[in-house]
Each structure stands twice: as structure tokens, then as C-alpha cells.
Nanobody, 121 residues
């Protein structure tokens, strides 16, 4: 069994910062891709940022230059540093992890439970 535990959401301030964490635990052989997504009521879940096992990053245009995704492979943990927050960043943020449970396995994607980020206008 694999678990993803997110933390770090909450109430932010416009222009301020928040840091999200996503820790994976359980039957994990190797994590490949990791990413953050967000969703607001009535809209589809959208990609925020991804990071490959080699550290290559990709960002949505709306967060480029403000958000930084990183990972600690030794801890199976991913982070999202969010700076210069805007009200439109308010959403439920989900972490997504693709991992192999055993050697030779096919990568399987898992989702975190989501953490609310609210930035009042």
C-alpha cells in the first residue's frame, strides 16, 4: 500500500508565501515523476508543476517565476514553494506521484488527499 500525505496548505496573504509538502510512504521501489495539480469548484483539475526523477521541471504559465517545485529523493518527498501569492492561486492542491512498487513494475500514479490553499483578495 502507498500513502501520500500532503501538508502546508492554509490561509495565505496576497504577495505572501506558502510551502506545500507531499510525503510518499509504503511499498515504494522507486518514484519516477512527481507533480502538483490544483482544482477549484466547477473547474477541471489543472497542472501546476511537475518534476522528473532527474530534476527536470515544468510549470504552468500562471505560476512561472513565482512557484518552485523540488523533491528530496531520499525522503520520497516533494515540495512546492509558492511565492507572490495571488487570490487566483486559491484552490485545493493535489500531489501526484508515479512510482514503481517493485523492480520491473509499471509506474502507477497515486494522488494525495488534497490541501486547501486560500489567498483572500
Amino acid at each position: 500500500q502507498v500513502q501520500l500525505v500532503e501538508s502546508g496548505g492554509g490561509l495565505g496573504q496576497a504577495g505572501g508565501s506558502l510551502r506545500l509538502s507531499c510525503a510518499a510512504s509504503g511499498s515504494i521501489f522507486r518514484i519516477t515523476g512527481m507533480g502538483w495539480y490544483r482544482q477549484v469548484p466547477g473547474k477541471q483539475r489543472e497542472l501546476v508543476a511537475t518534476i522528473s526523477s532527474g530534476g527536470t521541471t515544468n510549470y504552468a504559465d500562471s505560476v512561472k517565476g513565482r512557484f518552485t517545485i523540488s523533491r528530496d529523493n531520499a525522503r520520497n518527498t516533494m515540495y512546492l514553494q509558492m511565492n507572490s501569492l495571488k487570490p487566483e492561486d486559491s484552490a485545493v492542491y493535489y500531489c501526484n506521484v508515479a512510482l514503481l512498487r517493485v523492480t520491473g513494475d509499471i509506474p502507477i500514479q497515486y494522488w494525495g488527499q488534497g490541501t486547501q490553499v486560500t489567498v483572500p483578495s
